[in-house]
């Protein structure tokens, strides 16, 4: 079945650092790519998508590219904020699989000043 | 544009008690879709409705069930409780379409089982 698999944090950076989440996938047919933020007792935001190879989504500041051939959408930020302290999670979405969101275990990001 | 509400935002309840949790889509939004988050399991599909439906169902015991209305809203139910079903419960809405329409969070319904 489809997953996805996330790197394990808590990533702990310095503020302006460069960040790297890497989010690799297993899915049947053609997913649509996602990741969404949690901040502390919230809901999930979406943070950005891309729905076909080599998509580019981007949004605040992050990015994350549609890479099929090595079934990855690895997010990216080139200089990270104390605010942007969250977990992180990418998830898939297919018709093939009942369109339901299959999410990754979630990445802590802690930013510190 | 409102978002998604789900009330209530916490609740406590009792073993062996059940309880109903709502959740109110964003205007013409069709689809309602439920999550289960916890720390050992992370995020779980439970259950997707559609035009008052059940499209779509995840793998949970038949103590987890849900309905929508005719406006769309949705509720969820949990009957028997147990300790496990401790969680944050998550609403999503999405308007019908494929695959990369996105999904829009509510924030959640906060559940403790004592």
């Known amino acids: 079945g489809n997953s996805v698999t996330q790197m394990e944090g808590p990533v702990t950076l310095s503020e302006e650092a460069f960040l790297t989440i890497n989010c690799t996938y297993t899915a049947t047919g053609y997913p649509s790519l996602f990741w969404y933020v949690q901040y502390p007792g919230e809901g999930l935001q979406l943070l950005l998508k891309a729905t076909k190879a080599d998509d580019k989504g981007s949004n605040k500041g992050f990015e994350a590219t549609y890479r099929k051939e090595t079934t990855s959408f690895h997010l990216e930020k080139g200089s990270v904020q104390v605010s942007d302290s969250a977990v992180y999670f990418c998830a898939l979405r297919s018709m093939e699989y009942g369109n339901k969101l299959v999410f990754g275990a979630g990445t802590i990001l802690r930013v510190k000043s | 544009k409102a978002g998604v509400t789900q009330t209530p935002r916490y609740l406590i309840k009792t073993r062996g008690q059940q309880v109903t949790l709502s959740c109110s889509p964003i205007?013409?939004?069709?689809?309602v879709s439920w999550y289960q988050q916890t720390p050992g399991q992370g995020l779980q599909f439970l259950f997707e409705?559609?035009?008052?439906?059940?499209?779509n169902k995840g793998n949970f015991p038949g103590r987890f069930s849900g309905r929508q209305f005719s406006n769309s809203r949705s509720e969820m139910n949990v009957s028997t409780l147990e300790l496990g079903d401790s969680a944050l419960y998550l609403c999503?809405?999405?308007?019908?379409?494929?695959?990369?329409?996105?999904?829009?969070f509510g924030q959640g319904t906060r559940l403790t089982v004592v």
């Open positions: 999503a809405s999405s308007l019908e379409g494929p695959s990369n329409t996105e999904a829009f």
């Open positions: 409705y559609f035009s008052e439906t059940q499209r």
């Open positions: 205007s013409g939004h069709r689809s």
